[in-house]
Nanobody
Framework: QVQLVESGGGLVQPGGSLSVSCAAS????????MGWYRQAPEKERELVAT???????VYADSVKGRFTISRDSALNTVYLQMNSLKPEDTAVYYC??????????????WGEGTLVTVSS
């Protein structure tokens, strides 16, 4: 069974930095795209950033130039470095991965989420 486990998150002041990470564990053959989504209170879940197996990245316009996504394929881990944080970045951040599991099926997996709060 595949699991995505996030770590990091917490409270940070506006203008500050924070990083979150997500590690995939369990039995699977490979991981294609990994990414981060977020959901603020009373809002829809939205894309933050993704990175595929070749390292190509996609960012939401709202985080371009402030957030950086990276991955360590050997560790099956994706990272999100968040700089110049704003109160509107406050949300639960969810890890996401497109994984070829041990049943030889591709599927989308989600972590349980980690809360990032930007407040003074």
């Amino acid at each position: 069974q595949v699991q995505l486990v996030e770590s990091g998150g917490g409270l940070v002041q506006p203008g500050g930095s924070l990083s979150v990470s997500c590690a995939a564990s369990g039995s699977f053959f490979s991981i294609n795209t990994m990414g981060w989504y977020r959901q603020a209170p009373e809002k829809e879940r939205e894309l933050v950033a993704t990175i595929n197996s070749t390292g190509a990245t996609v960012y939401a316009d709202s985080v371009k130039g402030r957030f950086t996504i990276s991955r360590d394929s050997a560790l099956n881990t994706v990272y999100l470095q968040m700089n110049s944080l704003k109160p509107e970045d406050t949300a639960v951040y969810y890890c996401n991965a497109y994984i070829h599991n041990n049943l030889r099926q591709w599927g989308v997996y989600w972590g349980e989420g980690t809360l990032v709060t930007v407040s003074s």
